[in-house]
T-cell receptor, first 110, second 113 residues
Framework: QKEVEQNSGPLSVPEGAIASLNCTYSDRGSQSFFWYRQYSGKSPELIMFIYSNGDKEDGRFTAQLNKASQYVSLLIRDSQPSDSATYLCAVNLRDDKIIFGKGTRLHILP | DAGVTQSPTHLIKTRGQQVTLRCSPKSGHDTVSWYQQALGQGPQFIFQYYEEEERQRGNFPDRFSGHQFPNYSSELNVNALLLGDSALYLC????????????FGPGTRLTVT
């Protein structure tokens, strides 16, 4: 059974600090990796995607991928109250199907 | 720039009934994927439609079927509804048959009683 694992949280982070969200996946042949943000009662919104090992930065967000460890993370710098949401990790498997984790609830403390 | 639209917003059905949900992709997109999201869970991939054909399918029974029209819009049909089918049904659009860079619609909340 191919899986994507995330800590459900809630993860509480003070405003202005760095929030670190983690995700592990079981299918070593997975090709691409995504982070979505989902506010309560809303649909998921794509934040970042990453294909290659290493870091990818976009504004306050940095995605990190380590295929050897089957680990992908999302860093949010200078966290804002508006960042409070559920963050979903998604993995595109080698057979071109996508699996989402259950999400990590992030709470930014003002 | 028209985003992904879905209808209806909410729906209440009885066990055993059939339901049809509709999705129009983001302007310029030609691929539609459907997801089921239960409360407190991540979205689960149902299937993907590209070039009017089902291209990929997740672990869902044949009660779940779909269709894509020439204008790229799509329908999700669920037959013989079960209580466990109650969920948020999300449609996502993308380009060229891929699953990368998907844009989600607002969803249809289905309640089965």
């Amino acid at each position: 059974q191919k899986e994507v694992e995330q800590n459900s949280g809630p993860l509480s982070v003070p405003e202005g600090a760095i929030a670190s969200l983690n995700c592990t996946y079981s299918d070593r042949g997975s090709q691409s990796f995504f982070w979505y943000r989902q506010y309560s009662g809303k649909s998921p919104e794509l934040i970042m995607f990453i294909y290659s090992n290493g870091d990818k930065e976009d504004g306050r967000f940095t995605a990190q991928l380590n295929k050897a460890s089957q680990y992908v993370s999302l860093l949010i710098r200078d966290s804002q109250p508006s960042d409070s949401a559920t963050y979903l990790c998604a993995v595109n498997l080698r057979d071109d199907k996508i699996i989402f984790g259950k999400g990590t609830r992030l709470h930014i403390l003002p | 720039d028209a985003g992904v639209t879905q209808s209806p917003t909410h729906l209440i059905k009885t066990r055993g009934q059939q339901v049809t949900l509709r999705c129009s992709p983001k302007s310029g997109h030609d691929t539609v994927s459907w997801y089921q999201q239960a409360l407190g869970q991540g979205p689960q991939f149902i299937f993907q439609y590209y070039e009017e054909e089902e291209r990929q399918r997740g672990n869902f029974p044949d009660r779940f079927s779909g269709h894509q029209f020439p204008n790229y819009s799509s329908e999700l049909n669920v037959n013989a509804l079960l209580l466990g089918d109650s969920a948020l049904y999300l449609c996502a659009s993308s380009l060229g048959g891929g699953l990368d860079e998907q844009y989600f619609g607002p969803g249809t909340r289905l309640t089965v009683t």
